[in-house]
């Protein structure tokens, strides 16, 4: 019995022997029928790349929000039909910021947020550009660090005081080179000292500037720059850890509710969401995207296999004489079935691994000539390798099947 | 020189039917023969007469529907399909009348081929020198790397025989042998077949020209799936002397 199995395992080794010469025998053959499984494969790895590249990119720059954000946005208005949208309406006041620093425990920063644009000027040059006017927690709270000087502090704040920090771009654009720390911006005609100068963020996801800003204190903004007015646009508050933003949700919208006088049943006029709302929403665009670009890949690869299959159907036609001439010698059917799975398989397999590799370089190679990022993610090379292996076994086993079952005599008088 | 007292093949009343729907083929109505070792046989008829499908039941390509095959002193008259491929591997070697070789394969991978579906397992090495050795046997050393398409048809059918006698078989089968050769070539094959016959190697050819036939010790005549005549051979040609009169006839023919 041992013996048995052992003879089979050597004329397995046999076997193996058998279907390399066969497929050294048609090189170009092999290599066009592997093209396409090295397509196939290639495919899927460059696309699940870059998709993952992109989920992750996307995923940086919300979590660039800072941590555990909740934004507050003032509700919309309706005014002779005409409606604003979120922030219009005004809802939002000084005090509602005030009470929930004071009233959610939860919460751990807070920055009252009011947001314009504004022709900025300095000597000669001059630069439009958007104006955010924050409180003093806003740098903790966005985990936005300066590059150059110091932020305002809560005293400029409670002062209104002519202060701010601009944007790397801001800074080039009306200074050029020169140092900016000291030297005074005029916004709206009004003179601002210029504190510092903050990190650079580069572009968002939606390809705006996020380093085209100037910030300064809410109050001076309001005041100096919006021309009065009391209302916010929008409240920024950080909680301490992931586990609070649920419940530090359900408080705000209560005590808005209170504090606005919104009675049951009645329509909110604010608009609570954590960043993992946030998240969720803009990373399901690029896993539909992602999932998208896989399945025009998967295509191509299940493409890759019937063309194996054709050329196994085509080959087991062509060979037919040949299998006739190995029965007669003493091939057993399984020993033929064998030999052209091992072919097949040989084939996508070896495909499936330049394959592999030529879509990481590929995706490399996009993601360098685009400025996108590519992951590649051992999963996706596990996945494309097992598939590959897989489309061999089940595209070559109809043709192998077919060829074991021919009888050697018509086989050998086939013509 | 020869020993007939045990018999390489024996047929006890064999019979083949085919059916092709409602129509029933007796291709081979009970035919009782006994070859024995050493032997060399030409299987003789018209289209038609059964040879073929005789000769597919002592290759073992195929099985009787009635009746006893022992080769070599064992029933193979109802062996699985795996074990007649075996069967084939172990004890018999074929030479067929296209020959069959492996197109864009070298000579020695196309004489090493039975060598791959045997029990025993050798190495590269071994399967080379064994392979080797046949070649040379035939009279094809030096030409081992050389593809079908780079031999003349008389060489590829050397190495389809060399082929055929790798495995040291019992008995070497050949179906129409020269049937795609000119007849110079044919000869030069007849006096392969016999200088192995006289090393003992038993040999059943398939053929439908008398001549070529003539070569062989014993001819077997069938018709309509029976044994119609069983003769020795009586002025038996010899390829040798053969061949050196078309030879000379070349000469003759150049001075004319």
Not at chain 1, 1 to 16: D, G
Not at chain 1, 22 to 48: D, E, F, P, Y
Not at chain 1, 58 to 78: D, P
Not at chain 2, 226 to 231: A, T
Request: net charge neutral.
């Amino acid at each position: 019995m041992t013996s048995k199995v052992f003879a089979r395992r050597l004329r397995l080794a046999s076997t193996f022997k058998i279907a390399a010469r066969a497929l050294r025998r048609n090189k170009l053959r092999s290599a066009l029928t592997a093209l396409g499984i090295i397509i196939g494969v290639g495919a899927v790895i460059a696309m699940v790349s870059i998709g993952n590249g992109a989920k992750a990119q996307v995923e940086a720059q919300i979590a660039g929000l800072g941590e555990n954000i909740i934004l507050i946005f003032s509700g919309s208005t309706t005014a002779s039909g005409i409606r604003t949208g979120w922030g219009g309406a005004g809802t939002l006041k000084i005090e509602d910021a005030e009470a929930i620093r004071r009233e959610v425990p939860q919460v751990t920063l807070v920055s009252e947020e009011v947001v314009s644009t504004a022709q900025v000027a300095a000597g000669n040059q001059n630069w439009f550009t958007r104006i955010y006017g924050e409180s003093a927690d806003y740098f903790d709270l966005r985990q936005w660090s300066l590059a150059d000087g110091a932020p305002f502090t809560q005293q400029d704040v409670r002062s209104a005081n002519k202060v701010c920090v601009v944007g790397r771009t801001t800074a080039t654009q009306i200074y050029g080179s020169e140092d900016v720390i000291g030297q005074v911006l005029r916004i709206k005609n009004v003179p601002f000292q210029i504190l510092g100068v903050l990190t650079p963020k580069g572009l968002s996801s939606q390809g705006t500037d996020q380093d085209d800003i100037v910030i300064m204190p809410y109050t001076s903004a309001m005041k100096r720059v919006l021309g009065g007015g009391t209302t916010l646009r929008n409240i920024n508050a950080q909680v301490a850890s992931p586990r609070d933003l649920a419940p530090a949700q359900q408080q705000i919208i209560a005590l808005l509710r209170q504090r606005h006088n919104i009675r049951e049943g009645r329509d909110d006029d604010f608009t609570v969401r954590t960043q993992e709302e946030i998240a969720a929403a803009a990373t399901a665009t690029t896993e539909t995207m992602t999932a998208l670009l896989a399945g025009v890949a998967v295509i191509s690869l299940v493409v890759g296999g019937i063309g194996i299959m054709n050329i196994m159907l085509v080959s087991v036609t062509e060979r037919t004489r040949e299998i006739g001439t190995r029965m007669a010698v003493g091939a057993h059917g399984r020993d033929i079935l064998t030999q052209f799975l091992i072919e097949a398989m040989t084939l996508s397999v070896v495909g499936g691994i330049i394959g592999i590799i030529s879509g990481i370089v590929a995706s490399k190679v996009i993601a360098m000539l685009k400025n996108w990022s590519s992951l590649i993610s051992p999963g996706s090379i596990i996945l494309a390798f097992v598939v590959s292996a897989g489309v061999g076994i089940f595209f070559g086993f109809y043709p192998a099947r077919k060829a074991a079952q021919l009888d050697p005599i018509d086989a050998l008088r086939y013509e | 020189m020869n020993d007939f007292s045990s018999a390489a093949v024996r047929l006890d009343d064999v019979r083949k039917t085919y059916k092709t729907g409602e129509v029933e083929v007796q291709a081979v109505r009970g035919v009782s023969i006994e070859i024995g070792q050493g032997e060399f046989v030409a299987l003789m008829g018209s289209s038609g007469s059964g040879k073929s499908t005789l000769m597919n039941i002592i290759g073992c390509l195929d099985r009787p529907t009635a009746g006893r095959y022992f080769l070599d002193g064992e029933d193979v008259s109802s062996l699985s399909r795996d074990d007649l491929a075996d069967v084939r591997n172990r004890k018999l070697g074929f030479v067929f009348q296209n020959f069959n070789l492996l197109a864009r394969t070298s000579a020695l991978e196309n004489v090493e081929l039975p060598l791959l579906y045997s029990a025993e397992v050798l190495t590269n090495v071994q399967l080379r020198e064994k392979a080797e050795q046949v070649l040379a046997a035939v009279g094809l050393e030096g030409r081992g790397d050389h593809t079908p398409s780079q031999l003349s048809g008389g060489q590829q059918q050397r190495v389809a025989i060399a082929r055929a006698l790798i495995n040291d078989p019992e008995v070497l089968l050949a179906d129409e042998p020269t049937g795609n050769l000119d007849s110079r070539t044919s000869v030069e094959v007849m006096g392969i077949f016999q200088s192995l016959n006289d090393k003992g190697i038993t040999i059943i050819m398939v053929t439908h020209e008398a001549d070529i036939a003539s070569y062989a010790r014993r001819n077997v005549v069938m018709k309509d799936g029976l044994v119609r005549n069983d003769i020795l051979v009586q002025n038996r040609l010899n390829a040798v002397a053969e061949l050196e009169r078309i030879s000379a006839g070349d000469r003759l023919e150049v001075a004319v």
